[in-house]
Structure formats: C-alpha cells, structure tokens
C-alpha cells in the first residue's frame, strides 16, 4: 500500500513539473534577445516601429552588443519609458 501511495504522489509531482515546462518555454518564446533579434522581431515591442528597430540594429552594429536590457535607452529617440513598456520582454542573453 505504501509503494502504491508513493508511486502516486511521484505521479503527481511529475505531471505537475510536466505542466510547468510549456508554460516556462512560452515566456521564453516571448523575450526579444535585443542583441540577435532582427528588425521584424524588434519591432514585436511596443512603441518599437521600422525606424528605432533599424537605429537598434545600427546601435548594435557600430557599438557592439548591448550589456544589459535597459542600455536599449542609449538609442536614439528611446527612452525610459519605452523601456519600461518593454522590460519583461526585452533580454541579451
């Protein structure tokens, strides 16, 4: 009885862990990687048109990669508040 009561609470810890995966996958899926992403994929950020895209690609090519999510702020024409719309989807890893 005990090993049928334990095997079913693994059971459940499994599927529980099992649930989780997708769920981890998809908020990943949903970060723009700012020094990979091109200029469509940057332009899935909000206030994020054609235009600063490209001035994220050019600042990223002439400057090197950026260090940490907020240096997106050293574009021209984006600001703090642009950033902070953006935060949780922006990465450079």
Do not use: C, H, W
């Not at 700012?34 to 909000?46: D, R």
């Amino acid at each position: 009885m005990k090993n049928v009561r334990r095997f079913f609470v693994l059971a459940v810890v499994v599927s529980v862990v099992m649930a989780m995966v997708p769920v981890a996958l998809a908020e990943q899926a949903d970060k723009v990687n700012i020094n990979k992403a091109s200029v469509t994929e940057l332009t899935k950020l909000k206030k994020i048109g054609q235009k600063y895209a490209e001035r994220i690609v050019a600042y990223r090519e002439k400057n090197g990669p950026f260090e940490k999510p907020e240096d997106i702020t050293k574009v021209k024409g984006i600001g703090q508040k642009t950033f902070e719309l953006n935060a949780d989807k922006i990465t450079v890893e």
